[in-house]
């Protein structure tokens, strides 16, 4: 078995670990022009745009600056995005494929610049990045997507050989993309935006919205913030006036680092589709000594669903991969993240629903949350402040739905329902909270009564409603993580019920075991 780090932390996070930020005060009424929700790539960029062209802005966090999804990335910043270009080609045409890639290469240039103009040392780093296959099975796939990336305007070739320890038998390879350090990145923004006059609160959750004029939002301690707009950038929506959980599929990747011999550098970012995808980069490490930190991403799955093994297991397979592949590396830290692909794959950004004049909204990044999140604050600010559209801004429209979405929206919906349906089913998933291990949990039937019940370490048994208060699917445990997550929308929970992730915005309820 391999060695796994015993830990579950963000090397980002640790490496980068910012200023407390204070909480918006519980009796606070608070106006600005603007009120983003959420401080990842794409809401402190929004902020960031609103800000330099003069907006008050407020920022709105439930946890820390940049510490959700953003703080867990592997921060591969690129236009080349798996098979995109080909199957946007097929789908939407030619001229979608061109303003897809004139948006999302413009997005890794815009970064690039605003690093420089602020002068932020976040590692920033260009680099070719790749798209490979090992098996023959998909060399044709690969060749198709290398001609329509070119075709859209990348600067795109086929190539059969890289800078990987391992054999490929094709390769997409697209120059000048880039990789960097999102905390060190994003945290700049925030000084910034703070330079011009921005709020920005930590520990805040917003659990209501009332799209009036001005908007209002206010938040779980009682403060309220007035805004003529808001941005909704909570990475999953955490108000679903467009009915986006039926459009949104949450997917959770696994994440490992490990310390590597600077010789042995791969020299750009790599991503495979293949065994449960595979995507590898490397970043400086200032303790390396004569290393750098490589950093290695798979085993997608959907949080809380049945049937895929256990999470620590995922781990274990992802940790061998990598010490088959890069012999010399040695683990340094496992973290995941999560992300939610459209039904159709391209992302979501403008209007939250059709019928909104003021509220807006940015997700379904699809795992290029780097990219797509740095494009939403230019198109988002350029919405808000009545400047000129870019010619790709209805690309990316919430309120689009097309034909050919339909067989995926029936998916996955079909999904949802059949997880829905058959939990409540099964009588339980344990007959008895005796059979719980320490550090383990599961669903359990107590006196009629379904409960969610973790013991910890020492013994104590912690029980909850299985109930999301999302929209009322049952919770599942991740065993690595040590967290319930709902397989319908991705929520996430803690052992004692607080909310880690949304689009829940309340905690699961906590229930006595003694009670009938």
């Known amino acids: 078995m391999t060695t796994l780090p015993v830990g579950y932390e963000s090397y980002w996070m640790l490496s980068a670990a910012g200023e407390v930020r204070p909480q918006l005060p519980p009796d606070s009424?608070?106006?600005?022009?603007?009120?983003?929700v959420g401080s990842g790539i794409a809401g402190l960029s929004v902020a960031w745009?609103?800000?330099r062209a003069g907006r008050s802005v407020a920022v709105l966090e439930s946890d820390r600056l940049a510490a959700g999804v953003?703080?867990?990335?592997?921060?591969?910043?690129?236009?080349?995005?798996?098979?995109t270009y080909s199957r946007l080609r097929?789908?939407?045409?030619a001229e979608d494929a061109r303003h897809y890639a004139l948006s999302q290469q413009g997005a890794v240039d815009r970064l690039a610049a605003v690093t420089a103009r602020l002068g932020v040392d976040c590692e920033l780093e260009r680099v070719p990045a790749h798209l490979y296959v090992e098996s023959a099975e998909h060399v044709d796939e690969v060749r198709a997507e290398a001609e329509a990336a070119a075709e859209a305007g990348l600067d795109a070739s086929f190539v059969t050989d890289t800078g990987l320890p391992f054999r490929v038998r094709a390769a997409v390879r697209v120059e000048d993309q880039a990789q960097f350090h999102p905390r060190k990145y994003l945290l700049a923004l925030a000084d910034d935006i703070r330079l011009h006059g921005g709020l920005l609160f930590e520990r805040t959750r917003v659990v209501a919205l009332d799209e009036g004029e001005p908007c209002l939002l206010r938040a779980e301690n009682g403060g309220e913030v007035r805004a003529r707009d808001v941005v909704v950038a909570t990475h999953y929506p955490v108000?679903?006036?467009?009915?986006?959980?039926s459009r949104l599929q949450p997917r959770r990747e696994l994440v490992i680092s490990a310390l590597l011999p600077e010789e042995e550098d791969p020299g750009g970012t790599y991503v495979s589709p293949e065994r449960g995808s595979r995507s590898v980069r490397t970043a400086p490490y200032p303790f390396g000594d004569g290393r750098r930190l490589l950093i290695v991403t798979g085993e997608t799955f959907a949080p809380g669903t049945p049937g895929t093994g256990s999470v620590g297991a995922r781990y274990e397979r992802l940790a061998a991969w990598t010490y088959e592949r890069f012999?010399?590396?040695?683990?340094a830290h496992r973290w995941a993240t999560q992300d939610n692909e459209t039904t159709d794959r391209v992302p979501y950004i403008g209007r939250f629903h059709a019928g909104t004049r003021h509220t807006y909204v940015a997700a379904g990044f699809g795992g290029w949350g780097m990219s797509s999140g740095v494009l939403a604050g230019q198109l988002l600010a350029a919405q808000l402040t009545g400047e000129p559209l870019p010619p790709w801004a209805q690309l990316y429209d919430p309120v689009r739905l097309r034909a050919g979405e339909a067989p995926a929206l029936l998916r996955l919906q079909s999904a949802v329902a059949r997880r829905f349906v058959a939990d409540r089913l099964r009588p339980s998933h344990v007959d008895s909270v005796d059979?719980?291990?320490?550090?383990?949990?599961a669903i359990v039937r107590v006196r009629g009564r379904r409960c969610a019940v973790h013991r910890t370490t020492e013994g104590e048994l912690r029980a909850l409603s299985p109930r999301c208060p999302h929209l009322g699917c049952l919770v599942r445990f991740n065993d690595a993580e040590t967290a319930w997550e709902c397989p319908c929308h991705g929520s996430r929970f803690a052992t004692d019920g607080t909310v880690l992730q949304g689009p829940a915005t309340r905690p699961l309820d906590r229930r006595d075991l003694g009670e009938d």
């Not at 097929?90 to 045409?93: I, N, S």
């Not at 059979?435 to 949990?441: R, V």
């Open 239 to 245: 108000f679903d006036r467009a009915l986006m959980f």
């Open 90 to 93: 097929a789908d939407r045409g």
């Open 29 to 36: 009424r608070i106006e600005v022009d603007a009120a983003v």
């Open 435 to 441: 059979e719980i291990l320490p550090g383990d949990g």
């Open 49 to 51: 745009e609103l800000a």
């Open 70 to 83: 953003t703080g867990h990335t592997t921060a591969k910043l690129s236009a080349l995005h798996g098979l």
């Open 327 to 331: 012999p010399s590396a040695r683990l």
